[in-house]
């Protein structure tokens, strides 16, 4: 009877752990660990995707002509001298509003980093900041005042703020029902916009390390990056372009009636990959490295905001500064990749981190702090 009574506990005991277990993994706390340890194991897998994205490449000869404006211009460019393109940066922020959508973030010390680099490395001539909700603390209001933000004020004098309202970024959906996120109708309001007005476009986790000196002088109309070593990819992060574009204005005849919904990257990166194959006359391609290395992966999120040792921060400090501030050579900026760096690394930084922190992210981005910030 004794023998019996002590094998049912034992039984209990292990019908409880994977209940135990499973409240463990169920714990708010623990989500971020356990997405962590997920993503970690998903991207490294032997056979992952990711392994194809970050392999080692060689810029073609195209490329590199794109990136140094020595690229020709085709028989089928407009006779005439052309306009350069203009030295005017667009950002984008705050389509959705922190105050109902907490997700959706204020404009940050991230975003102003973003600017900064716009301003110090990129010496841009104008930068416009396109908005809907800005304030800090979170407003209900739409266009509520910009200036309750304090990274808002840091940056005042040196930004032009456009507001656009609700019901301006509502029309840019397919249709007024469709249920699309924020950066979906990001991703149509910045081609209008370098449709209409031409420039660069920035996301507000990219990286702008020196002018666009010789892509504001190409021949093609628009400028545009391959993402990963595969060149599986044209994304959006990044874009120069020439108002009036025909390959701009073919990309977005593309979003009319499609179900956004269902995709994420589909329209902002492997499409304009498809176009340029089919059109190769109208748009001008550029090494992985010049704007979307290192990528996405974990190796390379790591790589960029690792602890870097006393000898290895001057090594990296040494070759940013020979490369007139950035990581590479025929690197011209660098984007974050928020969506998969911001729990780990980049919602950790602030002024003083980024000041005291050796990491190579830190070193690229540390000039472009004010004097007054993180001393």
């Known amino acids: 009877m004794h023998c019996d009574m002590g094998f049912l506990r034992r039984r209990r005991i292990y019908y409880l752990v994977p209940f135990i277990f499973a409240l463990v993994l169920l714990s708010p706390p623990l989500w971020p660990s356990v997405r962590q340890f997920g993503d970690r194991v998903r991207q490294t897998l032997p056979f992952a995707y990711q392994w194809k994205v970050q392999q080692e490449f060689v810029p073609t000869e195209n490329e590199l002509d794109c990136l140094y404006g020595r690229t020709p211009r085709s028989s089928t460019d407009k ?51 396109h908005y809907t909700y800005l304030a800090d603390p979170p407003s209900p209001t739409p266009g509520a005042s910009p200036f309750t933000n304090p990274w808002i004020r840091h940056l005042k004098d040196d930004i032009e703020l456009v507001y656009h309202s609700p019901e301006e970024t509502a029309a840019l959906k397919s249709s007024p029902d469709a249920t699309w996120q924020a950066a979906h109708v990001s991703d149509i309001l910045r081609l209008k916009l370098l449709q209409e007005q031409g420039g660069i476009y920035m996301d507000m986790d990219a990286f702008g390390f020196r002018p666009f000196t010789n892509l504001l002088k190409s021949p093609k109309d628009i400028i545009l990056g391959h ?22 204005a073919r990309w977005l005849r593309e979003y009319d ?119």
């Open 227 to 248: 993402e990963g070593g595969n060149r599986g990819g044209l994304c959006n992060a990044i874009m120069v372009a020439r108002k009036n574009s025909s390959f701009i």
């Open 257 to 375: 009636g499609a179900d956004l919904s269902k995709e994420w990257n589909y329209h902002s990166v492997v499409l304009p990959k498809e176009m340029e194959l089919q059109h190769p006359d109208e748009v001008c391609t550029l090494p992985p490295n010049a704007f979307f290395w290192p990528t996405w992966t974990w190796n390379h999120i790591e790589f960029m905001h690792e602890q870097l040792s006393s000898d290895e921060a001057r090594k990296w400090a040494a070759e940013i500064d020979r490369n007139g501030g950035s990581l590479y050579e025929d690197q011209l900026a660098y984007h974050a990749w928020s969506q998969m760096a911001w729990e780990r690394h980049l919602s950790k930084l602030t002024p003083e981190v980024v000041r005291t922190r050796d990491t190579r992210f830190n070193i690229l981005v540390r000039d472009f702090l004010q004097d007054d910030l993180g001393r």
């Open 79 to 129: 006779d005439g001298e052309l306009d350069p393109i203009p030295n005017h940066v667009h950002f984008i922020y705050g389509l959705s509003n922190p105050y109902n959508k907490p997700s959706a973030g204020t404009f940050d010390f991230l975003c102003y980093l973003a600017i900064r680099s716009a301003i110090v490395g990129m010496k841009a001539e104008k930068i416009s900041l």
